[in-house]
């Protein structure tokens, strides 16, 4: 008796529901939502990006929707922009709405297909009670990365390759005009040399992490020559500073001249009296390097006290500055010349010839540095 009760009540609730449904008469109601880019739509900048779609909504019963809404489920990445034309106030009964909507990304989203939930929310009557219901549709999306189609026919042809090198062309030629203007050399064709790959290289691939799913296409390609400029101009800057800072000049006096001989991070031998041979000359001098490594002759100073009672104590400084002293008692003795508690004069000028140079340094003149003889003496020496 037990399974024949089953049975019948397996047979007698869908007719149940069914009358109940028959006497409701719940409208039919048929929902599509397609996207009008069948093949994807090219985002530039995927948070953006506006994709066109179409919204077609058919009431098959013989009941009017009223106030239906056009509305996306929760928790979606998209936005819905006005449907146009707008959904009207009624869909009288077995009629059609055929309209367009454009989906917008709340925020940057990954390139790929995108299944979006909307719903079609609508009110109707049995001529008693209102009733609101819903109808849902889902809506495929596929965002392409910029450039797919055309890096199909590419080798390798993947838009996810081409589009992640092509900042690269824009900051490896920036970087190569600018570092060559920052040479002095004079413009020419960027050319593909291999010392300028690497810094381009690793340019593009940071512009592209950093801003390829915020910014444009163009915008990624600007800020990527931008980056790639950017460095050898930094780098320009700094060596300006640099080079007014602690480049020595024929026209310096002696305490300008002690500061950057003693200081420069760029001097290496403060110790070493040279000769050498520029073009038809022999030169003598001591050995020092301007800051973009040009070697250059300076002379040699005497350091004398201004006051007899500081006479054992500035003997003391520059016994204690000269060689490979550390840069805290170089600085000691520089500061003692600058705060007029010592002096700085010639004690031996740069040779030329047999005779001697005018100026506390030769550089201009001195086309070649064929070195010939080196003699240890200090830059500086204290008066006796």
């Not at 000028?349 to 003496?377: M, P, Y």
Request: aromatic letters at 10%; zero cysteines.
């Amino acid at each position: 008796m037990s399974l024949r009760r089953y049975v019948v009540t397996a047979l007698l609730v869908p007719l149940a529901v069914t009358a109940a449904e028959e006497k409701l008469k719940i409208p039919a109601v048929t929902v599509q939502a397609v996207s009008r880019m069948a093949g994807g739509v090219e985002a530039g900048d995927t948070s953006t990006a506006m994709i066109p779609m179409t919204l077609v909504v058919v009431n098959e019963s013989e009941r009017a929707l009223v106030k239906p809404a056009l509305l996306l489920a929760p928790n979606t990445d998209f936005a819905i922009t006005a449907v146009k034309p707008p959904l009207p106030a009624a869909i009288a009964p077995f009629a059609t709405f055929a309209g367009a909507f454009t989906l917008r990304p709340r925020q940057p989203i990954a390139h790929g297909r995108h299944d979006v939930v909307l719903v079609v929310q609508y009110g109707w009557s049995d001529g008693k009670t209102n009733f609101t219901s819903a109808k849902p549709a889902t809506a495929s999306l596929v965002v392409k990365r910029p450039f797919e189609d055309e890096a199909k026919g590419l080798p390798g042809g993947t838009a996810a390759l081409f589009y992640l090198l092509l900042p690269v062309i824009p900051a490896f030629f920036a970087y190569q005009i600018v570092d060559r203007w920052r040479r002095g050399e004079r413009f020419q064709i960027p050319v593909f040399g291999t010392e300028y790959l690497l810094p381009g290289f690793v340019i593009g691939l940071l512009v592209n992490y950093f801003a390829g799913a915020r910014v444009s296409r163009w915008g990624v390609l600007i800020a990527a020559a931008v980056a790639g400029a950017a460095w050898p101009a930094l780098r320009w800057a700094w060596e300006s500073y640099q080079w007014k800072r602690w480049a020595f000049r024929e026209g310096d006096d002696e305490k300008t001249y002690l500061r950057k001989a003693l200081l420069s991070p760029w001097v290496r031998r403060r110790n070493l009296w040279v000769t050498v041979k520029s073009g038809a000359e022999k030169w003598g001098g001591m050995r020092l390097e301007q800051p973009n490594g040009r070697r250059i002759l300076g002379a040699r100073l005497l350091i004398s006290p201004n006051q007899q009672a500081d006479f054992d104590r500035v003997k003391d400084m520059v016994a204690a500055a000269v060689g490979n002293a550390s840069h805290e008692k170089r600085l000691r003795l520089v500061e003692a010349v600058e705060n007029g508690t010592a002096t700085a004069s010639r004690l031996e000028n740069v040779s030329r010839g047999a005779g001697k140079h005018s100026e506390v340094i030769a550089a201009a003149e001195l086309t070649d540095f064929e070195q010939r003889t080196a003699v240890k003496k200090d830059l500086v020496e204290p008066a006796s």
